[in-house]
Each structure stands twice: as structure tokens, then as C-alpha cells.
């Protein structure tokens, strides 16, 4: 295998909505490049980069994947992505450590909601992109509204390369309006063509897009400019010079087109992303922070010292634990120890590899900008920086969002919670949008993801890849019951046997606290009517009664006891019968004390585009929710509220339904308030109800 240099590099990041063929692209474009033998078809399970027995399984990818075609002494990386909007971090992260994107819209259904945040993505790494706009062989394909609907969304720099000769079922090849030439596909997937003068049906239209192609790169130039108008237009050379430097600056976004399942029009996109897209050196530096948090830059040089990113983490069956790194500086050799720049520890690396899907070919070195695989790091996790202990640069990774929604998760075999642990930590680590916690009020495990088939997709994993198997409840809201008036109480415990009996005798004063406060205990024993050494125990009793609740099972909060008398015996009094005595008074007090329920209450931030803005305050008024402000930016707007959590356990999918997609929220704990009256008689009855099914079920 070659070594490749920064300059003979592109790394690509093919991102876009769901089916629109970004898989069977990637396994176009490799099978035109020779990297694969035959054309990897998604019905088939044969495509490279969805070779996860859950992708061929459901016939769309679940996680991003790399390829490699050697195209004219150019190596093109392509990482495969998701276009599930629940995936779609996997799509930013790859984005991360690309240099330009390939953004592919179906030519029947044009611009839909996650090409929107790809592209989004796209902006906040500042990346040159492409768009491709595939199934261009499909029924109701169309060229003109796709291309209508691509700048109305994204701008006039949206301008073709290509258009197409014939549509829907009779698209049989492209006319290229850089070289003025046309190519004309074989019908037989081959992807074999031939190069002939454009048609006469086609040179009309060909000449007045050729027109407003070299206009276009004219604008972004002056000096272009000023030979567009001294000679009526430019050269080839210059053509071809300018078409590639603005889009390196974002000032053209070609469009390129294909049938990838007809294998159409995927030589020139090969030819496209190499002559076209930036290199991967072409960035010259690169930022990142120092171990005291402190910003620096650094250059991108094969002989600078050494510094990757880990972007992505893969379980293999042959090779285990398999980290996806690009290079960002140096060059990365086999068998060599680097420093983990994140976790502040050294990192054996073994043999470095580069990947084709799931296949691995072992390579001597790495050099800057390549994007390569290493087996079995010991202690390295997706978004850790590899660098030299003398250089210790920290590169940063992407930001994981808030999980969207929780299930509770019990294994179904008894003694099978340390298994689940650490087969959930394994899927963790392939997808770090999975969060997996032990709720420490409900002593529930939590199992948290983008949505709830994210969920689905875990379970079935732990299943079939741990022999864990587990069942999903939705998750328990952590109510909390407190008292509403000051309440005097007692507690008498007194047990007579053979031998030594059981006395104890004390009186409290229970009193509401404000919201926060917990719990408060107070000695107000006077005279000695209860030993100093049993007042302890009073308190020990009334905390384990009021943990176990009074109302419907839930701890009791945010009150004070005053322990203001009590009786004792010489001989039959004990730690134990006053803990006792502790606790009916408490209960006791518990009925004079008008309890009452209390709910978490969630501050929201919700995101969405101004248009469904309505919408959602109307559905958060229907979920007892508090609008507190609407914020702009750009064209989204920022919904504060502040919402009950048990009417936000499934909001996710509410959210994606309203917004189509585009919207995203961040919740958080803010406080307990009280359950509204008409509701706490139904939480107290499924609270018990609960309790007899577990009573009945052990």
C-alpha cells in the first residue's frame, strides 16, 4: 500500500438526508476506482462501508464508516455517514476531520431537513462542499427543481457543473460545462462511457449554463474579472484555476450528477473531488490548546511533531477495539508510543492500518492529513488527542448533544447487571450519544439516546452481540412529598416479653421548610427527659421513615422536626426503641401535617426555526409548561421554559414530529414544585399499584 502525502489527499465527508444513496455512491465511486470488484448494492448487503449485521439488517447505515479510492495518483477518503437525524452526530464528527463535503440530495425529493444540518455542520467547520445530486433515474427526478429548491435554500454560489442528458428512466449520461464534453454511460452498471460532442438537443442549454458558470468565477476574482472583460470570457486554464480557489473559499458550491445505482456519472465525480476539492495539507496550521486550557496554533507538517484526533471507535470481531485517528501534524509510524494528550498517559500504538469498510491493511506510517486505524489502544477513547509527550497539543472534538430520551433497563436474567454494565460501556464507546447511568433516587439503570428506535437499536445490540438481554420501562419520575402546615406528634413505642422490654416515648414538632432545604433535625430536649446517647437514634428513626415516604412511597423533603420531649426507661429503653418511636411519630405527624406531592420541574431550552415556533409553545402549554422567553438567532429562535419532567419523558419524538426534524432541545433539573391536586390521587394509586406487582412478583 502506498503512502500517501497531504497533497495527494482528500478527505471527504459524503453527508445528507436519509436514502438518498450516500452508501451506494461511496460504493460507486469505489467500484469505478477499482478499489472493489463488483458494485455494492444495499438490498444486497454487499455495500462497503454498511457492513454492520444491524445495517444490513435494517438497510441503512447506523454509524459512519471510511473508504479509500485511488484515483490519479490522488487518494480520496470518503467517510460514509448517516442521514437518520438520530445519527446525525456521527455526521458532525466526521465532518470534523474532514477537509471538504460532499452533500447528496435525491433529484426527486430535493432538499429535506438533515441536509439542512449537514450543511449547517459544514458551515461551523468552515468546509468547501460539493453537491451531488443523485437518482437522477428515479421517477419524478428533476434536475431544474432540484436545483431551484438547492439555491433558494443555500444560495446563488449553488451552480452546476454538469447537466443532465435525458431524466428519470431515460438519464443515460451528463454534458460537462467545464470541458465542454459529453459522456454517455453504458446501461449496464458497468460504468464504462464514452466521451462524444454534446448533442444537438443539449447545445443550447449547454451554452447558456457554460455562460453562467464562467460569469459566476469571474465575480469572485478581480483580476479574473477584468480578463472577463477584456476578452468576452476565460480560458480553460483560467476556468479550471478559479472554479478550484473559490471553492476552496465558499464562494461556488458545484453540483455534480448521478445514478449510483446505474453506476452514472461516477468517474467525474472522481475526477471532481481530486482536481477540484482542497488537499488535505492545504490548511497550512491547525488550533489547539495547551495542557494549561491556553489556545495555540500549530503547523500541518510531515516533519512537525506528531498530533492525531480519534474520531471514531468500532468493535471488531478479528482485531477488537478499533480507533479511526486523522493525522493532523507529523507523521504517524507502526509500533511506536505516543502521549494521550486528554487523559495525560502514554499510549502504545501498534500496527497502523487503513481501512476500506470493515477491511484493514496494515501501513508502515501515516503522514499528515491521512486518516488511518489502529487496533486495541489500551486506554485511547473516541475525541482523545495522540501527540509526543514534549508537544502535549490537546485537539478538541465535537460536542455531544443532551440524550432525547430514557428508558429504564432491567436485565431479564437475575445476576445479569454487571454483564449489562459492561456491554453498555462497549456500545458507549462506538457511540458516545448513549448515556448509561444508575438513577441514585429511583435506583433504576438508565439507559438514554437520540430517540427511542437509538434505543431499540442498543438492546438488539446488547442481545445479539453480549447475550444480554434486557426489557425497557419507561423511566420513573423522582416525585418528592413534603408537608404544608406545622404539625405536633407522638411516638410511644413500648413491647413487654420475657426479660427486658422495649420503651421509649417522644414528642416532636414537624414545620414546612422552603423548597431546597431537605431536612433539618433539632434537639429540643430540655431536663433531661431523654438521654443525650438515644436522641441520635430519634433522628436515625424519623430519616429512614421519611426515605420510604408516607403518600405514595417517595422521600419525604424540606422540613424541620423539633424533638421537644419524651420518656425513657432505665432498664427498657434502647437506641432501637427510640429509633422506633422515632418513626411513628414521624408517621404520625405525617397525617396531621397536610403532605402534599412534588414534581421536578425541567428548565428547557428548545431550538427550532422561527416557523414552528407557535407550534411548539402551544404543545408546552398543553404539557403544563411555563414560557419564560423567546430568543432570536438567525433564522432559528430559542424557546425558555420551564416544564414538569413527567410530561417531557418522550418529548424528543414530539419535537422532531412538530419541527420535521429541525428543531433540538436542552433540558436540565431546576426545582421541585407541587403537584397539582386533581393529579396526585392518580400518582399515589399507580405508585401502589407498582408496589403490589413488585410485591407479587418476588
Not at 449554463?209 to 469572485?220: F, N, P, S, T
Not at 423511566?475 to 413487654?496: F, L, S
Request: proline share 4%; aromatic share 8%.
Amino acid at each position: 500500500m502506498k503512502v500517501y502525502s497531504g497533497s495527494e489527499i482528500r478527505n471527504v465527508a459524503v453527508a445528507g438526508h436519509n436514502d438518498t444513496g450516500k452508501t451506494t455512491l461511496v460504493s460507486q465511486l469505489l467500484f469505478n476506482a477499482g478499489a472493489t470488484t463488483r458494485l455494492g448494492r444495499i438490498d444486497e448487503g454487499t455495500t462497503t462501508t454498511d457492513f454492520d449485521s444491524d445495517e444490513i439488517e435494517r438497510k441503512h447505515s447506523i454509524s459512519s464508516a471510511i473508504a479509500y479510492a485511488e484515483w490519479k495518483n490522488t487518494k480520496i477518503n470518503l467517510l460514509d455517514t448517516p442521514g437518520f437525524g438520530i445519527f446525525i452526530m456521527e455526521s458532525k464528527s466526521a465532518m470534523r476531520v474532514a477537509d471538504s463535503a460532499a452533500i447528496v440530495v435525491s433529484a426527486v425529493t430535493g432538499v429535506e431537513v438533515t441536509t439542512e444540518r449537514v450543511w449547517k455542520f459544514a458551515d461551523e467547520y468552515e468546509l468547501p462542499r460539493m453537491v451531488i445530486v443523485n437518482k437522477m433515474d428515479r421517477e419524478r427526478a428533476s434536475f431544474s427543481r432540484t436545483l431551484e429548491a438547492l439555491q433558494k435554500k443555500f444560495g446563488k454560489n449553488v451552480v452546476p457543473l454538469q447537466i443532465p442528458m435525458g431524466e428519470e428512466h431515460d438519464f443515460y449520461g451528463v454534458v460537462d460545462l467545464v470541458a465542454m464534453k459529453a459522456y454517455k454511460y453504458a446501461p449496464d452498471g458497468s460504468g464504462k462511457f464514452d466521451t462524444i460532442d454534446i448533442p444537438a438537443e443539449f447545445k443550447g442549454e449547454t451554452d447558456d449554463w457554460r455562460e453562467k458558470l464562467i460569469e459566476k468565477v469571474a465575480e469572485g476574482d478581480d483580476t479574473l474579472m477584468e480578463r472577463f472583460f477584456e476578452q468576452g470570457g476565460l480560458s480553460q486554464e483560467e476556468l479550471i484555476d478559479g472554479l478550484k480557489r473559490e471553492i476552496g473559499h465558499h464562494q461556488i458550491y458545484p453540483v455534480m450528477l448521478t445514478s449510483a445505482s446505474h453506476n452514472i456519472g461516477g468517474h467525474a465525480l472522481l475526477d471532481a473531488m481530486s482536481q477540484l476539492l482542497p488537499a488535505a495539507d492545504e490548511a497550512k496550521t491547525i488550533t489547539g490548546t495547551n495542557p494549561k486550557g491556553e489556545a495555540i496554533t500549530f503547523d500541518r507538517r510531515p516533519e512537525a511533531f506528531a498530533a492525531a484526533l480519534v474520531f471514531k471507535t468500532f468493535s471488531d470481531p478479528f482485531s477488537g477495539r478499533v480507533s479511526l485517528f486523522r493525522v493532523y501534524s507529523g507523521t504517524f509510524k507502526s509500533d511506536t508510543t505516543y502521549w494521550n494528550t486528554t487523559r495525560d498517559h502514554e499510549e502504545r500504538v501498534g500496527k497502523l492500518q487503513v481501512v476500506q469498510g470493515k477491511q484493514q491493511t496494515p501501513v508502515s506510517e501515516l503522514r499528515t492529513g491521512d486518516i488511518g486505524a489502529v487496533a486495541k489502544l489500551k486506554d485511547t477513547v473516541t475525541g482523545d488527542t495522540l501527540a509526543s509527550k514534549e508537544h502535549p497539543i490537546v485537539l478538541k472534538h465535537i460536542d455531544y448533544p443532551e440524550s432525547a430520551i430514557a428508558f429504564a433497563v432491567e436485565p431479564k436474567a437475575r445476576g445479569d447487571e454487571d454483564k449489562l454494565g459492561v456491554a453498555v460501556a462497549r456500545i458507549i464507546e462506538e457511540d458516545p450519544t448513549i448515556r448509561f447511568a444508575r438513577d441514585p433516587q429511583t435506583k433504576e439503570f438508565l439507559i438514554s439516546g437520540q430517540g427511542q428506535l437509538h434505543v431499540e437499536i442498543v438492546v438488539h445490540k446488547l442481545k445479539k452481540k453480549y447475550n444480554v438481554d434486557v426489557i425497557l420501562h419507561p423511566p420513573k419520575v423522582p416525585y418528592r412529598e413534603t408537608i404544608t402546615k406545622t404539625a405536633d406528634a407522638h411516638g410511644r413505642h413500648k413491647k413487654q416479653s420475657g426479660g427486658h422490654g422495649q420503651f421509649a416515648d417522644c414528642k416532636i414538632t414537624i414545620e414546612p421548610l422552603p423548597r431546597g432545604a431537605d431536612f433539618e433535625f433539632v434537639d429540643d430536649i430540655y431536663g433531661g427527659s431523654i438521654p443525650r446517647q438515644y436522641i441520635p437514634a430519634v433522628e436515625k428513626g424519623i430519616q429512614d421513615a421519611r426515605k420510604k415516604g408516607f403518600l405514595a412511597g417517595y422521600p419525604v423533603v424540606d422540613f424541620r422536626v423539633r424533638l421537644t420531649d419524651g420518656q425513657y426507661h432505665d432498664v427498657d429503653s434502647s437506641e432501637m426503641a427510640f429509633k422506633i418511636a422515632g418513626s411513628l411519630a414521624f408517621r404520625q405527624g405525617m397525617e396531621l401535617a397536610k403532605p402534599t406531592l412534588l414534581e421536578p420541574i425541567m428548565h428547557v431550552d428548545i431550538t427550532a426555526p422561527a416557523e414552528y415556533i407557535g407550534d411548539i409553545m402551544g404543545d408546552l402549554n398543553s404539557r403544563r409548561g411555563r414560557v419564560e422567553g423567546v430568543d432570536a438567532e438567525g433564522d432559528s429562535q430559542t424557546v425558555r421554559a420551564r416544564v414538569p419532567m413527567s410530561e417531557m419523558l418522550t418529548y424528543g419524538s414530539t419535537l422532531r414530529s412538530i419541527t420535521q426534524g429541525r428543531g433540538s432541545f436542552h433540558m436540565e433539573m431546576s426545582h421541585y414544585e407541587e403537584v397539582p391536586r386533581n393529579l396526585q390521587e392518580k400518582i399515589i394509586a399507580e405508585s401502589k399499584k407498582a408496589k403490589e406487582q413488585q410485591a407479587a412478583a418476588h
